[in-house]
T-cell receptor, first 114, second 113 residues
Framework: GAGVSQSPSNKVTEKGKDVELRCDPI?????LYWYRQSLGQGLEFLIY????????KSGLPSDRFSAERTGGSVSTLTIQRTQQEDSAVYLC????????????FGEGSWLTVV | GNSVTQMEGPVTLSEEAFLTINCTYT??????LFWYVQYPGEGLQLLLK?????DKGSNKGFEATYRKETTSFHLEKGSVQVSDSAVYFC????????????FGAGTTVTVRA
C-alpha cells in the first residue's frame, strides 16, 4: 500500500504477557518513528530510527520496551511483561530524510492490557 | 530544547463560525512547522505545513502563517463545518540534524450544527 501500515490494529493482552507491534513504513523512507498516545493525552515520542540504527531512543519508558528495524524497512516495537499503564495507541510514522519533509503516520495499534 | 505550546481546549463552535487555534514554539535554528488533524476514530493526518518564515500553509479552508518574529503558527478557518470536529495538533521539526517531531498537547474542536 501507499501509506504506513501497522499491525495488529487492535490487541488485547493479559498483564505480564509480551506483545510485538509491527510497522511497515512507506517505501524509500529512511526515517521511522514510534509514538504513543494514551487516552486523553498528547503524543509521546518513543524512538527514532535512521536506517537500521536508532540515534534517539530517549522516549522509551522503561527497559521493558525495545524496538528494532531491519533492512531499513520494517520495524517491531516489543513490550515485555505488559502492565495496565501500557494501554495506549502506538503510532508509527515515517519520512524521507530532510528537515522540511512531512512525517506520515499509520493508523496505529490499539493496545489494551487487562 | 524544542517545544510547542498549543491553546488548551476543548473548543466548541457553531457551524460557520471562525476558528483560531493558537500555537507558539521554542526552537533553535529554522524549524519546519506542521498542523496535524485526528478525526474521531482515525489516525493522524497532515493538514498543512510551512518550512520557512512567512510561508503560509493552507488546506481544506484552513490556513497558518509561519511567524518567526512572534514564534507562532496559529491555525485559522473562516467558516467551520460539523465535519471539522477533530483534535488538532501543532508540531515542530527542527531544521538541524534532529528530525524528531515535537507535538503540542492537542486541541479538541467540536462544531455544532
Amino acid at each position: 500500500g501507499a501509506g504506513v501500515s501497522q499491525s495488529p490494529s487492535n490487541k488485547v493482552t493479559e498483564k505480564g504477557k509480551d506483545v510485538e507491534l509491527r510497522c511497515d513504513p512507506i517505501s524509500g523512507h529512511t526515517a521511522l518513528y514510534w509514538y504513543r498516545q494514551s487516552l486523553g493525552q498528547g503524543l509521546e515520542f518513543l524512538i527514532y530510527f535512521q536506517g537500521n540504527s536508532a540515534p534517539d531512543k530517549s522516549g522509551l519508558p522503561s527497559d521493558r520496551f525495545s524496538a528494532e528495524r531491519t533492512g531499513g524497512s520494517v520495524s517491531t516495537l516489543t513490550i515485555q511483561r505488559t502492565q495496565q499503564e501500557d494501554s495506549a495507541v502506538y503510532l508509527c510514522a515515517s519520512s524521507p530524510v530532510g528537515a522540511g519533509n512531512t512525517i506520515y503516520f499509520g493508523e496505529g495499534s490499539w493496545l489494551t492490557v487487562v | 530544547g524544542n517545544s510547542v505550546t498549543q491553546m488548551e481546549g476543548p473548543v466548541t463552535l457553531s457551524e460557520e463560525a471562525f476558528l483560531t487555534i493558537n500555537c507558539t514554539y521554542t526552537a533553535t535554528g529554522y524549524p519546519s512547522l506542521f498542523w496535524y488533524v485526528q478525526y474521531p476514530g482515525e489516525g493522524l493526518q497532515l493538514l498543512l505545513k510551512a518550512t520557512k518564515a512567512d510561508d503560509k500553509g493552507s488546506n481544506k479552508g484552513f490556513e497558518a502563517t509561519y511567524r518567526k518574529e512572534t514564534t507562532s503558527f496559529h491555525l485559522e478557518k473562516g467558516s467551520v463545518q460539523v465535519s471539522d470536529s477533530a483534535v488538532y495538533f501543532c508540531a515542530l521539526k527542527p531544521g538541524s540534524n534532529d528530525y524528531k517531531l515535537s507535538f503540542g498537547a492537542g486541541t479538541t474542536v467540536t462544531v455544532r450544527a
